[in-house]
Nanobody, 123 residues
Framework: QVQLVESGGGSVQSGGSLRLSCVVS????????MGWFRQAPGKEREGIIA???????TYAGDLKGRFTISRDNAKNTLYLQMNSLKPEDTAMYYC?????????????????WGQGTQVTVSS
């Protein structure tokens, strides 16, 4: 089993930055691929960026250059650095993990989830 706990969300103005953290505990070998998802009210949960042992994968084109994913294995922590935030980035953000190298964008492929952290960007 893998446990994930996110933190770092909050309210910022457009153009601001936030860094989300996701602490991994339990069977960390079950987190070969880790990703960040977000879900806005009334919308489906979407994969935005993921990381395996090879390279980061950015699924949403408009996030390139603004969002960066990284992982500190010594701290068992996954990060999401978000810069130049826009109101449309407002959502609940979740980290997720799966025990396979391949990082799909679809949420149902991930068995492990955190509780989410809210990000609100005002104009």
């Amino acid at each position: 089993q893998v446990q994930l706990v996110e933190s770092g969300g909050g309210s910022v103005q457009s153009g601001g930055s936030l860094r989300l953290s996701c602490v991994v505990s339990g069977d960390t070998y079950g987190s070969d691929c880790m990703g960040w998802f977000r879900q806005a009210p009334g919308k489906e949960r979407e994969g935005i960026i993921a990381l395996n042992s090879t390279a980061p994968i950015t699924y949403a084109g408009d996030l390139k250059g603004r969002f960066t994913i990284s992982r500190d294995n010594a701290k068992n922590t996954l990060y999401l650095q978000m810069n130049s935030l826009k109101p449309e980035d407002t959502a609940m953000y979740y980290c997720a993990a799966r025990d396979a190298w391949w990082c799909p964008r679809i949420a149902r492929h991930y068995p492990y989830w955190g509780q989410g952290t809210q990000v609100t960007v005002s104009s």
